[in-house]
């Protein structure tokens, strides 16, 4: 089976910098990725990190430590629209065709504040 | 941009009736997928589809089954509603890869009474 774990919630300042941690244990793996979803929103990409190391999007980086089974996603300058759910996923076992099912984590729900 | 589109945002329905969820997308993507989302559980994926009329279980198929007759449309069926299958349910689409990101839809809010 797959798990991930990741904080429930993290609560930062606006402008500064947050990291958001994720743990994984799966059977396969094929990339980390990460999902912000405002409330009532739907989940929208971020980014995914297929080899070790940190990718840069703007504001938002991942990292990606494979033999740690460790990821994080940093956000620098906060802003307040930054505050959301943001979810790790690792593509799995569940695969078919070319599909690879998505597993999320439990989410962490980050507050900005003023 | 892609649009994934869920038929109905809010959705009400009985114990023991027989629940459609439709999804289209636009893009052409080969890949659909049904997930439901809790409280403090995440997202869960139920069922997801590579190809039309091709199907896979996901984490939690129980009391679930899908349709992929064409390949822009993938419907999720609840055969007999249960009042644990009260939940928001989303789906998404994307193309082959495995950094290919999903797209969600909106999510239908599905409350069985």
């Known amino acids: 089976g797959q798990s991930l774990e990741q904080p429930s919630e993290v609560t930062a300042v606006e402008g500064a910098i947050v990291q958001i941690n994720c743990t994984y244990q799966t059977s396969g793996f094929y990339g980390l990725s990460w999902y912000q979803q405002h409330d009532g929103g739907a989940p929208t990409f971020l980014s995914y990190?297929?080899?070790?190391g940190l990718e840069e999007t703007g504001r938002f980086s991942s990292f990606l430590s494979r033999s740690d089974s460790y990821g994080y996603l940093l956000l620098q300058e906060l802003q307040m629209k930054d505050s959301a759910s943001y979810f790790c996923a690792v593509r799995d076992g569940h695969s078919g065709g070319g599909a690879d099912g998505l597993t999320f984590g439990k989410g962490t729900h980050l507050i900005i504040q003023p | 941009d892609v649009k994934v589109t869920q038929s109905s945002r809010y959705l009400v329905k009985r114990t023991g009736e027989k629940v459609f969820l439709e999804c289209v997308q636009d893009m052409d993507h080969e890949n659909m997928f049904w997930y439901r989302q809790d409280p403090g559980l995440g997202l869960r994926l139920i069922y997801f589809s590579y190809d039309v009329k091709m199907k896979e279980k996901g984490d939690i198929p129980e009391g679930y089954s899908v349709s992929r007759e064409k390949k822009e449309r993938f419907s999720l069926i609840l055969e007999s509603a249960s009042t644990n299958q009260t939940s928001m349910y989303l789906c998404a689409s994307n193309t082959r890869g495995r950094g290919s990101p999903l797209h969600f839809g909106n999510g239908t809010r599905l409350t069985v009474t």
């Open positions: 990190n297929g080899l070790d």
